[in-house]
């Protein structure tokens, strides 16, 4: 017997009716709850143009609604879903972020 090219942990592709493709990535993100307390982290599992799926440890609490930075972006989600430590959020508001700064190369 051939062995199978490729295994699928989610709908195959055909079958997938989601809006938006999903695209895994393994980001470190911090989730801002309130302004001055500390982040809680978490690992961004999975992205999308409309939300993300994130792994949290089991003493994190996820709020309703929550800002999150990761690889460079910052935004509003809200959770639509969890299944243990695993949180689905919809994006709700992504950050407008302050233009970078260039530097002039010699």
Not at 44 to 64: A, F, Q
Not at 66 to 89: C, S
Request: net charge positive; with cysteine; charged share 25%.
């Amino acid at each position: 017997m051939r062995p199978l090219g490729r295994l699928y942990t989610a709908a195959p592709p055909a079958f997938d009716l989601r809006r938006n493709p999903r695209h895994p990535v393994r980001h470190l993100g911090k989730i801002l709850t309130e302004p001055h307390a500390p982040p809680q982290y978490c690992l961004v599992e999975e992205t999308s143009d409309s939300g993300v799926r994130i792994c949290i440890t089991p003493d994190v609490e996820v709020p309703g609604l929550f800002i999150m930075r990761f690889a460079d972006k910052e935004a509003t989600y809200k959770v639509i879903w969890r299944k243990g430590q695993l949180v689905g959020a919809e994006l709700v508001r992504q950050a407008v972020s302050a233009p970078q700064l260039c530097r002039a190369v010699p």
